[in-house]
């Protein structure tokens, strides 16, 4: 069982920053790509960005240009760093984890792992 745990949520006013964590302590943590998600009050949940072993990495259309995903593999840590947060933005974020073989990146039903999500409240 991979336990996920993320950190670093809050509250920040518009055009703030935020760095969201998700640590593990799986030793095969490079065996997995490493997901975001969000999710919004009466609101499903959707993809963010995702990061591979190597550091190759894809981001939804709404944050593209705004929020960068990392991570340290020497750690089993992944990183979320969101600027220029818009209210929009406001949603619990959780971390996932999937093999590379476990379908589309963007469905969160091919995600094995999860944390417990962190919320992110972003005021105008």
């Known amino acids: 069982q991979v336990q996920l745990v993320e950190s670093g949520g809050g509250l920040v006013q518009a055009g703030g920053s935020l760095r969201l964590s998700c640590a593990t302590s799986e030793r095969s943590f490079t065996n997995y790509n490493m997901g975001w998600f969000r999710q919004a009050p009466e609101k499903e949940r959707e993809f963010v960005a995702i990061i591979d072993w190597t550091g190759g990495s894809t981001y939804a259309d709404s944050v593209k240009g705004r929020f960068t995903i990392s991570r340290d593999n020497a750690k089993n840590t992944v990183y979320l760093q969101m600027n220029s947060l818009k209210p929009e933005d406001t949603a619990a974020y959780y971390c996932?984890?999937?093999?590379?073989?476990?379908?589309?990146?963007?469905?969160?039903?091919?995600?094995?792992?999860w944390g417990q999500g962190t919320q992110v409240t972003v005021s105008s």
């Open positions: 996932a984890a999937k093999t590379p073989s476990s379908g589309n990146y963007y469905r969160s039903e091919n995600y094995a792992y």
